[in-house]
């Protein structure tokens, strides 16, 4: 196991529409603020990330769908701004600036992959149970990836 400053370092998938935000756009600008998740379940996932936790970059709404990138996670716990921005289709008029609703967190680029790793693949080699990814109709743009499965990943990855 992964010890990072006395804690297990924990493993994500986080998705992003290429044509939004995509992992060529990371490398070119290094780190990113990870905004506008609009969704409980999945910013309480940002809630448990850690500095130093890796994060599969998986591109989402493409074709082929599929894992391109590693990223590491650097700060945690931030608040949103996209939330009070008028101006922003994740402008959340119920959020209140004393008790922000919506978290955020910065990664830093690490890595493209020579190869993007389908959802297809991903299918053929992970159950539902141990790459969230692969559930019919799961949506969530964040999910947890446990240690043994990114370490499948990674192998799967490099080859």
Known sequence: ???LGGRAM???LMKSEPEVYG???LRAEGTTLWDGIRNYQARNFMRSM?????????HS???PPGIVGLMEVIETRLIDPSQFDPQSKYF????NPDQPRWDCARLRYSRTFAQLLSLEALKDSFSEEELGVVRRGNRLSILPVSEATATRLLRMLET
């Open 10 to 12: 924990a493993y994500w």
């Open 1 to 3: 196991m992964a010890l």
């Open 61 to 63: 709404n493409s074709k």
């Open 50 to 58: 850690e500095p130093g936790d890796l994060a599969f970059f998986y």
């Open 23 to 25: 992992i060529d756009d």
């Open 92 to 95: 959340d008029a119920k959020s």
